[in-house]
């Protein structure tokens, strides 16, 4: 993990209540970041503030909760709401998104729909919203969007989530390059499948619907990884709190896949 120091620093992380997100508020809270825990359900945010204004002994945190990055007044308004906290944003974490699984021919328009507005046209909307702020940075600014393997490559019955990633990859790597000259770098990291709550309830899904037992059940997510395991939301962090420092200033316009080996090339 990188030793920079995020002291001053304003980072809003979208879907920060648990897993991925969650990883990424611990990391740079211990940074010395003041950071913008955004989502849509209050009590998550709340117990992680609590826990993180505790372990650095300092207000660390603002819950911005009702975040639907689908919305945009919500946007508008919470992200207001966090610059009255800790001033402008230097540093953009789109994390937040969804993945229901559905044969193809059985996905509907209502939830191709849903998981394309979530998951891409949330960080399009996100993004758009807090740019005024990164453009106005010290010319260190970042914007991190947590994509996924399945940006970089296939899977059967997720198409919708798929197509998303993908758009994430595809808006990543034009607004590194329309952004380049602006003191702003913007990538993203792919995590394969990651320990987080989703992944342990798809477990249990699989348990009860099949009676496989749970590891079984978990072989089904670890196959594809050369390393036979899940990977960690730590490891996750550690990529994206990498990225946001200076050491990182000439990465740009990257998909990183934290993946153990799942995907060779991005």
Known sequence: ???ANFTGRHVLITGAGSGIGAAIARDFAHAGANVTLAGRRHEPLAALAAELDQATGRK?????????VT???AIT???LAS???????NILI??????PSAPFEKTSLEMWSQVIAVDLTGVFQVTQAVLPDLKSSDGNARIINIASTAGLTGYAYVSAYCAAKHGVIGLTRALALELATKGIT???VCPGFTDTP??????AQIMQKTGRSEEEALAHFVQSNPQKRLIRPEEVAHTVLWLASPDAASINGQAIAVAGGEVLAG
């Open 1 to 3: 993990m990188t030793t």
């Open 94 to 99: 789109n994390n937040a998104g969804e993945a």
């Open 83 to 89: 610059k009255n906290a800790f001033g402008a944003v």
């Open 198 to 203: 989703i992944i342990r309830e798809a477990i």
């Open 77 to 79: 308004q919470g992200l």
């Open 60 to 68: 660390a945190c603002f819950i911005a909760s009702g975040f639907d």
């Open 186 to 188: 913007v990538n993203a």
């Open 71 to 73: 919305n945009q007044a």
